[in-house]
């Protein structure tokens, strides 16, 4: 009788660049957070996939939207209609009524409180009855599986779309933190940036993101693991020819250095301000990397090197956060939300 179960418990992870819900433990939604309107009348034409395809090849009667820049939301509208849709991929299909909604929703743990409020407007007029919001970083080591109640120090760096999130946990809350507003759209931008000074080729965002995933590294020297050179066609900045540029993983560390080092400063700055004990406790754990940034070739190798801690790739570092605020929806007294 699903025709009439009017209560539904979700997660989601809303992220910069992919926004992932869980509902009864399972990854049910796994969409670009980009939402497509009609420029008239502002109605929905596409959301997650179908919107990500139209995005950067639209007429003017549409215009594609990604509603979060930098982790929070920077279109309140078109956030809330594109959680609507993703909201409507969980429960389509077998209700004749939309469910009371109980939601666990991730957040930057620099969020301003203005920017907390934008996210539990949005989950309240797409459906939410019950929000909660919980920090990336603390759904990130829950999702890897840290015991964040425990009197022992853990480090998260949580490298997203459009913020890096890094954290010391202990005894279920956050004892040092840092929020950087610079993640993989930082990077995109940067290959953006340097394709155009160095090769004097226009590369869409899109085209960066490709370039980023097949030959992007954070070191030099990859060694055995080194990619093949990745072949990028486009228009030339000056004479509009078409142009094809061979681009090798070495050109593209170097091109994400400035980016990189913020990051690794961020993590020193964390740490200075880390009590001993938990000091200790992390540099005996390792330090963990989640998010899509912990994926670029080397990095966690190159943070090793610098900071003399070891550093270790979550196993599904793109799912972490999501996962942490499913196991936060099913735990919901055990862990410390932000009301």
Not at 35 to 43: G, I, K, M, Q, Y
Not at 178 to 197: F, H, N, P, V
Not at 255 to 272: G, H, M, Q, R
Request: hydrophobic share 45%; charged share 25%.
């Amino acid at each position: 009788m699903n025709w009439f179960s009017l209560n539904k418990e979700i997660a989601m992870d809303l992220g910069t660049a992919n926004t992932i819900i869980i509902c009864d433990g399972k990854i049910v939604v796994d969409e670009p957070s980009v939402v497509a309107l009609d420029r008239r009348t502002e109605r929905m034409i596409a959301v997650g996939d179908k919107a990500k395809m139209m995005y950067e090849k639209t007429n003017p009667e549409i215009r594609t939207i990604r509603p979060l820049r930098d982790g929070v939301i920077a279109d309140f509208n078109a956030c809330e209609q594109m959680m609507r849709g993703l909201i409507k991929m969980v429960h389509s299909g077998n209700r004749l009524f939309s469910p009371s909604l109980k939601m666990v929703i991730g957040v930057p743990s620099g969020s301003t409180e203005v920017e907390l409020r934008a996210v539990r407007d949005s989950a309240e007029h797409a459906g939410g009855r019950e929000v909660y919001l919980i920090f990336e970083p603390m759904a990130a080591a829950i999702g890897i599986g840290l015991d964040v109640l425990a009197p022992e120090g853990n480090m998260i760096v949580d490298i997203g779309g459009g913020s890096t999130e890094i954290a010391v946990i202990s005894l279920g809350g956050i004892v040092a933190d840092k929020s950087l507003r610079i993640a993989g759209d930082e990077l995109t931008a940067d290959i953006q940036e340097y394709m155009s000074r160095q090769h004097n080729v226009k590369v869409s965002e899109r085209m960066a993101e490709r370039i980023k995933i097949h030959v992007g590294a954070a070191m030099t020297d990859l060694g055995e693991d080194a990619p093949d050179d990745y072949v990028v066609h486009g228009p030339n900045r000056i004479t509009a020819l078409p142009m094809e540029v061979p681009v090798c993983y070495q050109e593209i560390a170097h091109c994400l250095e400035k980016t990189i080092a913020k990051i690794e400063t961020a993590v020193l700055s964390a740490l200075e301000e880390t009590p001993p004990e938990l000091y200790a406790d992390i540099v005996k754990n390792g330090i963990w990397l989640t998010g899509g940034g912990a994926l670029l070739r080397g990095l966690a190798k190159r943070l090793t090197d610098k900071i003399n801690i070891e550093f270790h790739v979550a196993e599904d570092p793109l799912h972490s956060v999501a996962k942490g605020t499913g196991v936060a929806l099913k735990n919901i007294n055990n862990f410390a939300f932000l009301m």
